[in-house]
């Protein structure tokens, strides 16, 4: 299965393909939009590292080419969040993805599916269970790992089920609403709407925040703006 992931990761992430094809300097469409939100960064303050609890645990950031993965050692994993994963009970490590839910579950990837995807409309977020490493699955170089506390992989964790629950029926049940496009892997219904300005790397950021993690998400569009952060936190 690793070596499945790593050949299908070795590309563009499909999630996020309509960014190479239209998020790029000669689209002015996007200066405007891109040029607000940079300018907006000055406003929005980082959070510090938290310092007064035990780092025990680790997140796993993956870069996908233009795509941002969120994941954890399935030890690590705690309720609610621990559920998702009951169908999987060989997995080590599961892995979190954002992105446009009419994009990801249609076959039609031509311009006008790209286009569409450019507006607000609804999200899913694709859960992959992995019996091996992220290193394994997606290439050592495309892995940072984290560490943060036992309180900071929880609150993390809260983001990630706040965005899967918030579509789940008054049971509180969240159930997948189709399988993913490789083995271990499932979509699950989000509350956000994906956009031009809500992409699936400002999601990454607002979960690497809510820890809290020193990371900005205002203005964050591109995978490279998310792991440039990330890769500043894990320098010593």
């Not at 999987?88 to 006008?112: I, K, N, Q, V, W």
């Not at 599916?113 to 859960?127: I, K, N, Q, R, S």
């Not at 309180?151 to 089920?161: E, H, M």
Request: hydrophobic share 40%.
């Amino acid at each position: 299965m690793a070596r499945r992931l790593a050949s299908l990761y070795s590309g563009e992430s499909v999630s996020c393909a309509m960014q190479r094809r239209f998020l790029i300097p000669r689209s002015f469409t996007w200066f405007a939009p891109v040029a607000l939100a940079a300018s907006l960064l000055a406003c929005q303050a980082v959070p510090p590292r938290p310092s007064n609890d035990r780092t025990t645990s680790f997140i796993y950031v993956v870069r996908r080419s233009w795509h941002i993965d969120i994941g954890f050692a399935v030890t690590d994993v705690k309720a609610p969040l621990t559920s998702l994963a009951g169908d999987y009970p060989t997995a080590r490590y599961l892995e979190f993805g954002f992105g446009d839910r009419h994009y990801l579950m249609t076959r039609d990837h031509g311009p006008s599916t790209l286009l569409a995807a450019l507006w607000p409309g609804p999200g899913l977020v694709l859960m992959t269970a992995l019996t091996g490493t992220p290193q394994q699955a997606f290439g050592a170089d495309n892995v940072v790992m984290l560490p943060v506390t036992p309180s900071q992989s929880r609150q993390i964790q809260a983001f990630i089920w706040e965005t899967v629950s918030m579509t789940s029926s008054q049971t509180g049940s969240v159930k997948p609403i189709a399988t993913g496009p490789y083995e271990g892997s499932v979509f699950f219904a989000a509350g956000p709407k994906y956009s031009a300005v809500y992409t699936c790397n400002t999601w990454a950021a607002e979960a690497l925040r809510s820890a809290p993690l020193p990371v900005h998400s205002t203005g964050v569009e591109f995978s490279g703006q998310v792991w440039s952060q990330v890769k500043r936190i894990a320098t010593p």
